[in-house]
């Protein structure tokens, strides 16, 4: 079993794969995740919701692409260290609603 993944390291992953694929597909993003509960959590509820992805709809198949602020977001997720940096003092981890 691998070991668990921070906050950082999961955004990263996403960020990554859209980023580096010009976007991906709702499925694409499940198998990183593991499962569609893990995906509402990440990228609808999150990603989506503050504007790093956006989310596209043509005939029943989503896709998603990185926004302006996504591209901001990924260059600051490559420096993990950094982004380690900001939660610690923010006090906060990605939580559920």
Same mark, same amino acid.
Request: avoid cysteine; aromatic fraction near 10%.
């Given at each position: !079993?691998?070991?668990p993944?921070?906050?950082?390291?999961?955004?990263?992953?996403? !960020?990554?794969h859209?980023k @580096? /694929?010009?976007?991906?597909? #709702?499925?694409? %993003?499940?198998?990183?995740? =593991? /499962?569609? #509960?893990? $995906?509402?959590?990440?990228?609808t509820?999150? +990603?989506?919701?503050? *504007? $790093?992805?956006? @989310?596209?709809? @043509?005939? =029943? /198949?989503?896709?998603?692409?990185?926004?302006?602020?996504?591209?901001? %977001?990924? #260059? +600051? %997720?490559?420096? *993990?260290?950094l !982004?380690?940096?900001?939660?610690? +003092?923010?006090?906060?981890r990605?939580? #559920? =609603?």
């Open positions: !079993m691998p070991a993944r921070s906050p950082v390291e999961i955004a990263y992953e996403i !960020m990554k859209v @580096e /694929n010009d976007g991906a597909s #709702r499925w694409d %993003l499940i198998k990183i995740l =593991g /499962n569609t #509960r893990q $995906f509402r959590h990440w990228v509820d999150f +990603l989506v919701q503050d *504007g $790093f992805l956006e @989310e596209h709809s @043509e005939g =029943g /198949n989503y896709t998603y692409t990185v926004t302006e602020s996504g591209a901001i %977001l990924y #260059r +600051l %997720l490559q420096k *993990g260290n !982004m380690s940096s900001i939660f610690k +003092l923010s006090g906060k990605l939580r #559920r =609603g």
